[in-house]
Each structure stands twice: as C-alpha cells, then as structure tokens.
C-alpha cells in the first residue's frame, strides 16, 4: 500500500520562502514519477513539478519555473519541494502524488496515488 505524507506548509509573506517534503512508503519507486499538484480554491488541481525517481530529471510548470525547486533524496525516500519567492497567487492545498511510469505529465488524472495535502497560505 503506497502511503505518501506531506510536511511543511504554513502561513508566509510574499517574497518568503517554505520547504515542503514529502515521505513515501509502501514499495520501491525506481520506476515513477512524484509530482506536486496544488489546488487553489475554486480552481482546479494543477501541476506544480515533478521528478523521476530514478534519474531525478525534473519538470516544473511556467508559473513556478526559476522559484521552486523539486528534488528526492533516495536514502530517506522523501521528494522536496524548496518554494522560493512566494507571491499570494502560490495560496493553495499541496499535494503530493506518485505516477507510475517515467513522463512529466501534466494532467492530475494520470496519477495513481495521492497524499492528504499540506496547506500553503501566502500574505500579501
């Protein structure tokens, strides 16, 4: 049972930074991809970045690129999210999910296991 369990959201200003990590469990991930997805309210789930677990290749939305930084560390089989630059429109719920299979998609749907999300609130 794969079992993902997000850390790290709070409350910032703009222009701060947060870290938000992300513990995965129940099996071996040589062979998926971990992303992060955040949902505003009223919006729909969008993508964030994501990271091959084997090689660490790396994809980042538009709307993040050149702030937030995905990265893993295998020996402690968490995926990080470093969030540098925060502006107000970054407010969301934080998920992380897992894919199998190595490709940067975009599309919520096309993942297959989800954490409960960590809140990330950003003050003007």
């Known amino acids: 049972q794969v079992q993902l369990v997000e850390s790290g959201g709070g409350l910032v200003q703009a222009g701060g930074s947060l870290r938000l990590s992300c513990a995965a469990s129940?099996?071996?991930?040589?062979?998926?991809?971990i992303g992060w997805l955040r949902q505003a309210p009223g919006k729909e789930r969008e993508f964030v970045a994501a990271i091959w677990w084997s090689t660490g290749n790396t994809y980042n939305a538009a709307s993040v690129k050149g702030r937030f930084t995905i990265s893993r560390d295998n020996a402690k089989n968490t995926v990080d999210l470093q969030m540098n630059s925060l502006k107000p429109e970054d407010t969301a719920i934080y998920y992380c999910?897992?894919?199998?299979?190595?490709?940067?998609?975009?599309?919520?749907?096309?993942?297959?296991?989800w954490g409960q999300g960590t809140q990330v609130t950003v003050s003007s």
């Open positions: 129940g099996r071996t991930f040589s062979w998926h991809t």
């Open positions: 999910a897992v894919k199998e299979g190595l490709s940067f998609t975009t599309t919520s749907f096309d993942y297959n296991y």
